[in-house]
């Protein structure tokens, strides 16, 4: 089955610099790639996602990139602020057919702290 | 519009009970998944239901049941509860075909004592 490593699994920067958190993937039938941000008490809040038939996407502060022939995808955060602190997740899924989704397969995480 | 809803918040049992967590998901999504998530595996996939009926399991024991009702309201079920099911069970919702983009609600976080 799928396996995703995430990397680093904690992250400490100071407001405004920039972060970014690697992950890789085995499954190469995956072709969904979002992005979770949790906050503590709270579910995975999806920050942002990518497909397979797409390189880049950019949302203001946040950007991911896929490479489909290295099987890695990055999460790019620039200028950070405090309120970005939280745990964020990688996942990979095969997507979805007749209705039904694929299983999302997480990495384990990665904790960021934005130091004032 | 709402989130995913998730009862009870907290809960407390003891081994060798059975417990039951409900998740209303967003008005309109009609595929639920349900994950778990501790400290050491993580969030591990259960189990998705679409359409009142049970797509694709996790590799959990048959002690991990689920199912869907026509307003695509799911309820999840464990038997026998072990120590090892402490952990934070998380729904999430979707709708069909969009390629995975769930929303999650906030939890059930079980406690086994």
């Known amino acids: 089955g799928e396996n995703v490593e995430q990397h680093p699994s904690t992250l400490s920067v100071q407001e405004g610099d920039s972060a970014v958190i690697k992950c890789t993937y085995s499954d190469s039938a995956s072709n969904y790639f979002p992005w979770y941000k949790q906050e503590l008490g709270k579910g995975p809040q999806l920050i942002i996602d990518?497909?397979?038939?797409?390189g880049e996407k950019k949302d203001q502060r946040i950007a991911v990139t896929l490479n489909k022939t290295a099987k890695h995808f990055s999460l790019h955060i620039t200028e950070t602020q405090p309120e970005d602190s939280a745990v964020y997740f990688c996942?990979?899924?095969?997507?979805?057919?007749?209705?039904?989704?694929?299983?999302?397969?997480f990495g384990k995480g990665t904790l960021l702290t934005v130091n004032p | 519009k709402a989130g995913v809803t998730q009862t009870p918040r907290y809960l407390i049992k003891t081994r060798g009970q059975q417990v039951t967590l409900s998740c209303s998901p967003i008005?309109?999504?009609?595929?639920v998944s349900w994950y778990q998530q501790t400290p050491g595996q993580g969030l591990q996939f259960l189990f998705e239901?679409?359409?009142?009926?049970?797509?694709n399991k996790g590799n959990f024991p048959g002690r991990f049941s689920g199912r869907q009702f026509s307003n695509s309201r799911s309820e999840m079920n464990v038997s026998t509860l072990e120590l090892g099911d402490s952990a934070l069970y998380l729904c999430?919702?979707?709708?069909?075909?969009?390629?995975?983009?769930?929303?999650f609600g906030s939890g059930t976080r079980l406690t086994v004592v």
């Open positions: 239901y679409f359409s009142e009926t049970q797509r």
């Open positions: 999430a919702s979707s709708l069909p075909g969009q390629g995975n983009g769930y929303t």
């Open positions: 008005s309109g999504h009609r595929s």
């Open positions: 996942a990979a899924s095969k997507g979805s057919s007749g209705g039904s989704n694929y299983k999302l397969t």
């Open positions: 990518i497909r397979s038939n797409v």
